[in-house]
């Protein structure tokens, strides 16, 4: 696996400076503990309510019975997921997109300090799970990062919950961007850009990524680690685009 010593020192670097140096909150630059503050925490978006298998709130569309559960929005009875259920403790909008933008494409890993504490009071949504399994991205932006946040938000969440993390999927094929496609195009593209690379017979996994947007990378590797055996995939994302009538 090729070496990026330029953005792998970044990383090294910010972690390192990360831990001696005490940092203000991101958002709003008050506050010592390297933390949102209160104020900011209030901003970022909840998803509430319940939601379609597909992560996104059902807003004001009653539910058939208490008990029964909650109905499937269009997209997914047109085509169900390969993963049995999704959930994200918050909204993809402002000002999370900020945060998320100077993680992901900034490489700046105060974030992930940041966002701990909200991390950390986020209940294990299927207590049954036998481990987590980061959604990878190709080694191609990996290299160009110098980190993978779906592993590392992975990891995060494997000790908030408890649960081991297994990395089972590889990306095989660079999907360059999946902007401007159909979604057959994007279907298309996304076949066969998961390779499974460990025995996940029998296992009841969650998927981890940063944000889910259309849902369909999280569907072609659901579906990858069924066909390898595991025996039930969810989804868990930190944050959920959703649609404007939604949001
Ligand atoms: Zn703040
Ligand atoms: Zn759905």
């Given amino acids: 696996m090729p070496?990026?010593?330029k953005a792998a020192t970044k990383v090294y670097c910010s972690t390192f400076f990360n831990r001696i140096n005490p940092s203000p909150c991101p958002l709003c630059g008050k506050s010592e503990s390297g933390a949102l503050c209160t104020d900011c925490l209030r901003?970022?978006?909840?998803?509430?309510?319940?939601?379609?298998?597909?992560g996104l709130p059902h807003g004001d569309t009653p539910l058939p019975s208490p008990d029964s559960l909650p109905p499937l929005c269009g997209r997914c009875i047109r085509q169900p997921p390969a993963f049995s259920a999704s959930q994200s403790p918050l909204q993809y909008g402002f000002p999370l997109d900020a945060?998320?933008?100077?993680y992901k494409h900034k490489g700046d890993l105060t974030v992930e300090r940041a966002i701990l504490p909200l991390l950390a009071e986020t209940p294990l949504p299927w207590p049954d799970t036998d481990?987590?399994?980061?959604l990878p991205?190709?080694?191609r932006r990996r290299w160009r990062r110098g980190f993978d946040q779906g592993a590392r938000l992975a990891n995060l969440m494997g000790d908030c919950w408890q649960r081991p993390v297994l990395p089972a999927l590889v990306r095989q094929r660079h999907t360059p961007s999946q902007q401007g496609l159909t979604r057959h195009q994007r279907q298309r593209n996304l076949r066969q850009a998961f390779r499974c690379q460990h025995s996940v017979t029998g296992l009841r996994l969650i998927l981890v990524d940063d944000v889910m947007?259309?849902?369909s990378s999280a569907r072609?590797?659901?579906q990858c680690l069924l066909d390898q055996g595991a025996k039930d995939v969810r989804v868990w994302t930190l944050a959920?685009?959703?649609?404007p009538s939604l949001a």
Avoid: E, K, M, S
């Fill in 3 to 5: 070496v990026n010593l």
């Fill in 43 to 54: 901003l970022l978006a909840r998803v509430t309510g319940p939601v379609c298998r597909c």
């Fill in 99 to 102: 945060l998320i933008t100077r």
């Fill in 131 to 134: 481990a987590l399994c980061p």
């Fill in 137 to 139: 991205v190709h080694w």
């Fill in 213 to 215: 947007t259309t849902g």
């Fill in 220 to 222: 072609a590797a659901a």
């Fill in 240 to 243: 959920r685009t959703l649609p």
